[in-house]
């Protein structure tokens, strides 16, 4: 499986985030027009594990997801990210690596009355 499918695995899976954001998981971006909520996910970095039996690959790699939520109101976005945190935190996600978040908050939005935060994890 690839790091993707996992996510949408991962979430699919958690009642508590499927009943807030439905399948309105994206890869990169939430497209124009979407309903809100929802979460955008992208890759920040992948780090290869690198060892001299062989050559890296995205299968070994250490990888840093950001997670974005959009919603139009702010305890949205908190009850999200506690559904998020919920989902993948010490969670086997990819090849079996538990998820660390390390980092999160708040981020300006370009429309009024739109709130983001994001939550990146270690995996």
Not at 50 to 58: I, Q, T, V
Not at 72 to 83: H, L, N, S, V, Y
Not at 97 to 122: H, I, K, M, Q, V
Request: glycine residues 4%.
């Amino acid at each position: 499986m690839s790091l993707g499918s996992d996510i949408y695995t991962v979430a699919a899976a958690h009642a508590g985030l499927k009943a807030l954001i439905d399948n309105r998981i994206f890869p990169i971006e939430i497209p124009n027009g979407e309903a809100l909520p929802a979460v955008a996910w992208q890759v920040i970095t992948a780090d290869p594990n690198n060892s001299l039996a062989e050559a890296a690959s995205e299968n070994d790699a250490t990888h840093i997801v950001q997670f974005t939520v959009l919603a139009d109101d702010f305890d949205k976005i908190e009850t999200i990210g506690a559904q998020l945190l919920s989902a993948f935190d010490n969670v086997a996600v990819f090849n079996s690596r538990r998820a660390r978040c390390s980092n999160w908050g708040d981020l300006p939005s370009d429309l009024p009355g739109r709130y983001a935060r994001f939550y990146e994890f270690t995996i």
